[in-house]
């Protein structure tokens, strides 16, 4: 009765899309990210990182192209819980030399050793282009919070991001992390395994607003869903389970930094209005230098 009473304050509780972890910065429902782990460690650090993505996912949603990306993230740690962030992504592809530059901050908390969580302001800028679908929103406040059974690890988060649209969303997940006790080059290394299965609630009429700035390239970029509910859905305000999927990252892991890989399989469902998303797997590849 006791989890089960803990389980249902995350659900009913604040909870958050921004994690820090070892010092580093992680948006985990967004599409570029430095890290899965979510350990907390209560140092003052600068954390630099460098992520390659083979598509861009913005909650459970893509683009009706793929954007492979390149994104560089700067995350300050203060000691007693206070960060700070900025980031620039750009898609593979483009004569655009930056297509995204977000900023951010906010409080991670640890009251227990098991409960942690944090809060957080994201703003994100965009080029003239605003080719992808995030463009549709500006800011997100975020919150999340993570109690870690022995078995596993149950996080809820809760986003509402608003700007040319406004959207909430509600993510579950459940992790389990694990560390190798054996070393693969010396005494210093090991590798992590965070394998995780999700689910995502929320409105989107973020892809009602992509549309009605995209419509000069809706026939090329096959946005437009032609049919009866032509020209857009009714339903995108409407509160309803978003997208499935289960991910598995690996980590190579040494004192100050960390290489990752990760594969992703997201099943999107209930799609509405302009896009035409089905079943997709994601690559990323990142690596992130922690100064303490």
């Given at each position: ?14 909870v958050a899309n ?94 227990s050793k098991k ?82 299965v999700s689910a ?93």
């Open positions: 009765m006791k989890s089960l009473r803990i389980l249902l304050f995350l659900i009913i509780g604040n921004t994690a820090m972890a070892a010092g580093y910065f992680a948006r985990g429902a967004g599409y570029h990210m430095l890290g899965d782990t979510d350990t907390v460690i209560r140092k003052r650090s600068l954390s630099v990182g460098i992520s390659y993505g083979s598509d861009a996912l913005f909650f459970g949603r893509t683009d009706p192209i793929s954007y492979p990306f390149m994104s560089t993230d700067v995350v300050y740690n203060t000691k007693g819980g206070f960060f700070v962030y900025g980031s620039a992504l750009r898609l593979l592809g483009y004569r655009t030399f930056v297509d995204e530059v977000d900023l951010g901050g906010g409080y991670l908390y640890h009251p409960f942690s969580g944090s809060i957080s302001y994201n703003r994100f800028i965009f080029n003239k282009e605003e080719r992808i679908i995030e463009s549709a929103t500006s800011n997100d406040i975020n919150f999340k919070n993570a109690y870690n059974f022995k078995t596993f690890k149950s996080t809820v988060l809760l986003d509402y991001l608003f700007g040319k649209s406004s959207d909430f969303f509600m993510t579950f997940t459940q992790s389990k992390y694990i560390e190798t006790k054996w070393n693969v080059f010396d005494d210093k290394d090991y590798l992590s395994f965070d394998p995780a995502i609630f929320g409105t989107q009429n973020f892809v009602q607003r992509y549309s009605l700035d995209h419509e000069d390239r809706l026939n090329a970029d096959n946005i437009y869903r032609f049919g009866p509910n032509a020209p857009y859905s009714r339903n995108n305000g409407r509160f309803s389970i978003l997208n499935y999927s289960f991910k598995i990252p690996v980590a190579y892991n040494r004192p100050h930094y960390t290489f990752e890989f990760s594969y992703k399989y997201s099943m999107p469902v209930n799609v509405e209005g302009a896009l035409e998303n089905k079943n997709e797997s994601f690559f990323n590849l990142t690596f992130f230098y922690v100064f303490y």
